[in-house]
């Protein structure tokens, strides 16, 4: 291992957002984590919040001693992160660029499955514009693919998205990794309260085994297989946390904590742990809407929980059929009536432009948040991510120029049009004053009437509820939709 080295590993900035100092890129730091064990001299350059982030990649590169690049990227960080690409080999010709997370997981994925299908398509595109862009692809676990990609004789795609493969991880080997690398970012730049309290986010499980049709990884294990780290790794981490950072809040960003069997137990040992430390935590997280009971609500309560967020996506029965979503309307219901018993807000996130999607379908979502009355929601326009069924399973449409997904029990459709993912990123934002755009559209509503929709969703119903509107938070994806204010101090760390 002496012989690797420096490496710069950058997280790509995600100028679609209001505010991109809310959560650090954890991957990319468990990547960093590995790393160092192996006494690995790194550069890590955090672009989150950077405006002029080509002008600083060039003059990095420039001076830079590191031969190996690495780049972690959503699909909504591409356009950056191919931008940064192009910026790195400009400046320095022969150095090896590898792009992991994510994007390249999902298309990797969506490209296995239409060679399972003896078809090439988009995914294939997709991929092919990657390999243009890219010298080295990791899809899947980052850990230990990074070693295989910075050896010389790498392959152009390392596949650690197999579960057959020893570079995928299971629950042993995830909870016996390092805590992430926070150090080599500018903790304090991160700016995420929770109740008022300070919080910062961990990982305590991965993956989702739903098939909603919007979703991204139905066909990747990376995203799918349920892999959850022990309680004893999770509560030291959060031990850690609170003596290191001095933070008493923590965002469990996991896909959803009740597909967790061992959950109430994880909940009675972080409850343990707070009162050992002699504190009050405030905690958040997404929990699963058909799974959630009250013994739950109520360990969570105890553990610390102010406020879970639930995707439930529509209050449209049609709509819940037509996206899989193996939740009815009823069980959506009583999940907010069983958090509100035990104390806990309820963040519902909320998503048009579904197969089938009309005016009234959007009105009956309309009318379950008035009388659900959430403690706040967010509503975005679906749009279709490379791994998605509504991707993977469309078939392009040689009149219309679209590619059409049609949910096979109800024969409704979803029209979706293509994206560049590394050039297009205007369908991950937008807010209330009308700047949204939509790249989808059904038989009964165009894309500009889904936006329209949209728009009168979020004025009306916060107006009615009295939940004010904050710019930093609406129309983002769920996941990143918690903002508040934040500058960074410093964006590059580097450790020999």
């Not at 297009?424 to 755009?437: C, F, L, M, V």
Request: with cysteine; charged share 25%.
């Amino acid at each position: 291992m002496e012989s690797i080295g420096p490496v710069c590993l950058i997280t790509s900035p995600s100028v679609f957002l209001s505010d991109e100092r809310v959560f650090m890129s954890l991957g990319i730091l468990k990547v960093a984590a590995v790393l160092e064990t192996q006494k690995i001299s790194l550069e890590k350059l955090d672009l989150s919040g950077i405006e002029n982030y080509e002008e600083i990649m060039l003059a990095h590169a420039s001076r830079s001693e590191a031969e190996c690049f690495g780049i972690t990227a959503t699909t909504p960080q591409m356009p950056a992160a191919t931008k940064i690409a192009g910026v790195i080999h400009r400046a320095h010709p022969d150095a090896k660029i590898i792009l992991g997370g994510p994007h390249v997981t999902l298309v990797n994925a969506a490209h296995k499955k239409e060679l399972k299908r003896k078809v090439l398509g988009r995914a294939a595109r997709a991929k092919d514009v990657l390999l243009c862009n890219f010298d080295i692809l990791v899809a899947g676990d980052g850990e230990e693919a990074i070693f295989l990609a910075l050896d010389e004789n790498t392959p152009k795609l390392i596949d650690a998205d197999d579960p057959k493969s020893h570079l995928f991880l299971d629950s042993q080997r995830l909870s016996l990794m390092p805590y992430p690398a926070r150090h080599l970012v500018d903790v304090d730049s991160y700016h995420y309260f929770i109740d008022g309290e300070r919080a910062l986010s961990l990982i305590a499980q991965l993956g989702c085994p739903f098939e909603c049709g919007f979703c991204g990884g139905r066909a990747s294990p990376f995203l799918r297989r349920v892999r959850i780290r022990s309680i004893e790794s999770i509560i030291s981490e959060m031990k850690f946390m609170r003596e290191t950072y001095g933070v008493k809040g923590f965002m469990l960003y996991d896909d959803e904590l009740n597909v967790n069997k061992e959950m109430i137990k994880l909940m009675w040992a972080i409850r343990d742990l707070e009162n050992q430390m002699g504190e009050e935590w405030k905690l958040r997280g997404f929990i699963k809407a058909q799974l959630f009971t009250e013994e739950q609500a109520a360990a969570m309560r105890e553990a610390g929980f102010c406020q879970i967020l639930v995707g439930f996506e529509s209050g449209s029965p049609r709509i819940l059929t037509n996206i899989n979503k193996r939740a009815t309307r009823e069980e959506n219901t009583r999940c907010l009536e069983i958090a509100k018993k035990y104390g806990i807000k309820v963040k519902a996130l909320m998503s048009i432009g579904h197969p089938g999607e009309s005016a009234e379908t959007v009105m009956e979502t309309y009318e379950w948040l008035i009388n659900a009355k959430p403690d706040d929601f967010d509503v975005t326009i679906i749009t279709t991510y490379p791994g998605t069924p509504y991707y993977d399973d469309a078939v392009f449409d040689e009149k219309t120029g679209a590619w059409i997904y049609t949910y096979g029990k109800t024969g409704d459709r979803l029209y979706g049009l293509e994206i560049d993912y590394t050039k297009i990123a205007e369908y991950y934002k937008g807010n209330p004053e009308g700047d949204y755009q939509s790249f989808v559209y059904t038989d009964y509503l165009t894309a500009d009437e889904l936006v329209k929709m949209r728009d009168f969703i979020e004025r009306d119903i916060r107006q009615k509820l009295k939940i004010p509107f904050n710019p930093s938070v609406a129309a983002i994806r769920y996941e990143h939709s918690m903002g508040q204010a934040g500058l960074p101090k410093n964006i590059l760390k580097t450790v020999n």
